[in-house]
């Protein structure tokens, strides 16, 4: 059973430039989840999606980040512009949607913002 | 706000010692994960705890649930070199699928 796709796998930009990410989830999949986690600390939910629509998107700031899943399967997070705070691993994971279902995480893109 | 701690944060231990990894939640919650993380990868899921009194073991690692205490251990048996890594504990937000993730356990296995 293929993973959870991510690319890219390496990203390194100016501050105050755009970025996005894209992420494949497992197929049958319809909770997708994007993380964020800084260096030392663990995974930290920005939004999640069910299907198509958003769950929760409490803390994703929006000031600078947008995220869409248009036909509930590939997603996209967008950064823009960037700060120096935003270097981290994005991570995105997703799962059945029932719940009690575990979620699968890809390998993630390491963005680093100079 | 729900708040996850993890400890200790770094664990070196010798191969073939036993220890535990601790994991305190603040408030109610009938689910607890743990999570391998090697450098440089993605999370892998090791258990999903599922009720109070789970417990659950894949070779040389045990994890339990206690939801009263609000705590969840990981156990290492004879520890071997393979299972450095970082250990995360996770818990859903009260009545979502929302994760919340303590630091993590850096864990270092020495010959």
């Known amino acids: 059973e293929a993973g959870v796709a991510q690319s890219p796998r390496y990203k390194i930009i100016e501050k105050r430039q755009s970025v996005a990410f894209w992420c494949n989830p497992i197929?049958?999949?319809?909770?997708l989840y994007w993380y964020q986690q800084i260096l030392g600390q663990g995974p930290k939910l920005l939004i999640q999606f069910q299907n198509n629509g958003v769950v929760d998107d409490s803390q994703l700031p929006k000031d600078r980040f947008s995220a869409e899943r248009l036909k509930g399967v590939d997603s996209t997070l967008k950064i823009q512009p960037a700060k120096l705070e935003d270097s981290a691993v994005y991570l995105c994971?997703?799962?059945?949607?029932?719940?009690?279902?575990?979620?699968?995480f890809g390998q993630g893109t390491r963005l680093t913002v100079v | 706000e729900l708040k996850v701690e993890q400890n200790p944060l770094f664990l070196s231990m010798q191969e073939g010692k036993n220890y535990t990894i601790y994991c305190n939640y603040s408030t109610t919650s009938d689910r607890l994960y743990w999570y391998r993380q090697d450098p440089g990868k993605s999370l892998e899921s090791l258990f999903v705890l599922l009720s109070n009194g789970a417990v659950k073991q894949e070779g040389r690692l045990m994890a339990s649930l206690d939801t009263k205490a609000r705590l969840s251990t990981l156990h290492i048996t004879a520890a071997v070199h393979d299972l450095s890594a970082t250990y995360f504990c996770a818990t859903p937000q009260g009545g979502s699928e929302k994760l919340v993730f303590g630091k993590g356990t850096k864990l270092t296995v020495n010959p």
């Open positions: 197929s049958g999949h319809a909770t």
């Open positions: 994971a997703s799962s059945f949607l029932q719940l009690n279902t575990e979620a699968f």
